[in-house]
Each structure stands twice: as structure tokens, then as C-alpha cells.
Nanobody, 120 residues
Framework: VQLQASGGGLVQAGGSLRLSCAASGPIFSIDHMGWYRQAPGKERELVATAPTGRTPKYADAVKGRFTISRDHAKDTVYLQMSNLKPEDAAIYYC???????????????WGKGTLVTVSS
């Protein structure tokens, strides 16, 4: 089971980007999918999470600007980022808690990060 993220890039402040992350492999179930970010010199922090069948949660810093959504048929999570600010610049990591058909145990999986750069 793995996660593949895409969609990062360079954008001007006030602009928008959409990140995508697809899960693949022998997936049995997905408990939640979400996004974290890590800026240089800072710890990794939660951006948004979309639990299956429950209300998404957002970090205060992105509320009203970012929207997380999931396509359950595609096992994919999206992060629509609008009104980007220079402080949003970071490496964004996809995260999911999933169980595979190999052992049916819920485990945390991480995708390789995708870089978001915001120019002022």
C-alpha cells in the first residue's frame, strides 16, 4: 500500500493550487486521509484531515482558505488551497490510516512530500 502525491509548485501570493494524493495497493479500508506540512526549521504540522464518514478538520491557519475532499471511488484525497500566503510555503505530505488485505491492521502511511512555494 502506498500514497502518491502530486500538485505542488510555485505560485504567487493570493494564488491557488490543488494537491492530490492517491492511495494504491491491496487496500482493505481507509480510516482517514489528510495533509501535513513542514516548513524549513519547523516541525511537521497537521493541515487538514478528512476522516471517513466524519467532518473534515482544519488547522486554524488554513480555515476558510483550504478545502480537503476525498474521492472514495479513487481512494484519493485533494487539498484545494486558495489565497495562498508566503507562510503556507512548505513541503506538503499526504497521510492516511489504512488497512491492507495482507493483515487488516490499520497503519499510518505517508507519501513523499510535494513542495509548495509561495512568492510574495
Amino acid at each position: 500500500v502506498q500514497l502518491q502525491a502530486s500538485g505542488g509548485g510555485l505560485v504567487q501570493a493570493g494564488g491557488s493550487l490543488r494537491l492530490s494524493c492517491a492511495a494504491s495497493g491491496p487496500i482493505f479500508s481507509i480510516d482517514h486521509m489528510g495533509w501535513y506540512r513542514q516548513a524549513p526549521g519547523k516541525e511537521r504540522e497537521l493541515v487538514a484531515t478528512a476522516p471517513t464518514g466524519r467532518t473534515p478538520k482544519y488547522a486554524d491557519a488554513v480555515k476558510g482558505r483550504f478545502t480537503i475532499s476525498r474521492d472514495h471511488a479513487k481512494d484519493t484525497v485533494y487539498l484545494q488551497m486558495s489565497n495562498l500566503k508566503p507562510e503556507d510555503a512548505a513541503i506538503y505530505y499526504c497521510n492516511a490510516k489504512m488497512a491492507s488485505t495482507l493483515d487488516y491492521n490499520n497503519m499510518d502511511y505517508w507519501g513523499k512530500g510535494t513542495l509548495v512555494t509561495v512568492s510574495s
